[in-house]
């Protein structure tokens, strides 16, 4: 009886076809895993900077305060806001405040933001700062609450501040803004770009 210690045809065939479906199986393995990395990646980076955008506006609101009795200096539409605001500053390796005026404005899909410092903030001789806080929004819009009066609610929704029809809004700050934030996620290779909508109410005091 011979005795073969090589491998016959079959037995080759079967080891190849197992390397085979292993390295396949791994490949696949990979490539699930890079391309949940990618989207993980690429929603974070959106979120992160939804976030800033957010906090950045719950700051300067959260600081807005009424600049004549006459006149609060508020006045916001569906899709821009101006209002007197406390910002902190950095310099002589301290942090300092000044009073200052700010503007939101959406252009396009890039939001912007404007303020006049001290007593440019009443001139608006020329913006002391303008920044591209986002250049990737699809819409943003603002909602302002007021009193409600008829006892009904605690408070209801207007578009803008002042309201035409009520002349005594002119004198005081809203009770809150409400922020609707629809962000273009930033688009994968291959990929049907996505609207994420972000929301956030910010009292003010």
Known sequence: MRN???????EL???????????????????????SY?????????????????NRLNSDLKNSFVYL???S???????????FTV??????NKNYPF????????????????YYKNMDSVNEDGAEGEEEIFPGIKDISFQYAFPDTSGDELYKWQDSWPSPDKIEQRQTLPLAVKIDLSVIEKARPGREVS?????????LR
């Open 4 to 10: 073969s210690k090589g491998l016959t045809l079959i």
């Open 13 to 35: 065939l079967i080891a190849v076809s197992i390397l085979s479906i292993i390295i396949l199986s791994l490949y696949s393995t990979f490539r699930s895993g890079l391309s």
């Open 38 to 54: 990618e989207k993980i990646d690429f929603a974070l980076e959106t979120y992160q900077s939804a976030r800033i955008v957010l």
């Open 69 to 71: 009795k006459s006149d």
């Open 73 to 83: 200096g508020f006045k916001g539409e569906t899709n821009e806001l101006q209002f």
């Open 87 to 92: 910002i902190e500053a950095f310099g002589n």
């Open 99 to 114: 009073v200052a005026k700010v503007k939101y404005k959406l252009s396009g899909v890039s939001l912007s933001r404007l």
């Open 195 to 203: 609207i994420i909508k972000f929301s956030k109410i910010v009292g």
